[in-house]
């Protein structure tokens, strides 16, 4: 079970922190990541965390977001400052390898 909350409509340049608790099968000692799903395209990769914490970004949200996890709570997190319009798309959190049972995901807005 994977269950996104935080999500919300915002103006650009705000700020938006997303959660995601997972149930320990699907998060101990897994790389966990966020992704995105835009109207009309494909479900996109925006960061990932190693169980260590070694983190990776998409180009697009280098220096904006934030990825983290507490391994102790079995969540991930996604820190999202500066948004932008091109944000916009639902926010769901996964594994890294073979990515399945996504949930409801939590809807992230960005007026400009």
């Known amino acids: 079970q994977l269950q996104a909350s935080g999500g919300g409509l915002v103006r650009a340049g705000e700020s938006l922190r997303l959660s995601c608790a997972a149930s320990?099968?699907?998060?101990?000692?897994?790389?966990m990541a966020w992704y995105r799903q835009a109207p009309k395209k494909q479900r996109e990769l925006v960061a990932s965390?190693?169980?260590?914490?070694?983190?990776t970004y998409k180009d697009s949200v280098k220096g904006r977001f934030t990825i983290s996890r507490d391994n102790a709570k079995n969540t991930v997190y996604l820190q999202m400052n500066n948004l932008k319009p091109e944000d916009t798309a639902v926010y769901y959190c996964?594994?890294?390898?073979?990515?399945?049972?996504w949930g409801q995901g939590t809807q992230v807005t960005v007026s400009s």
């Open positions: 996964n594994t890294v390898v073979s990515p399945k049972g």
């Open positions: 965390i190693s169980n260590d914490g070694t983190s």
């Open positions: 320990g099968r699907l998060f101990s000692g897994y790389a």
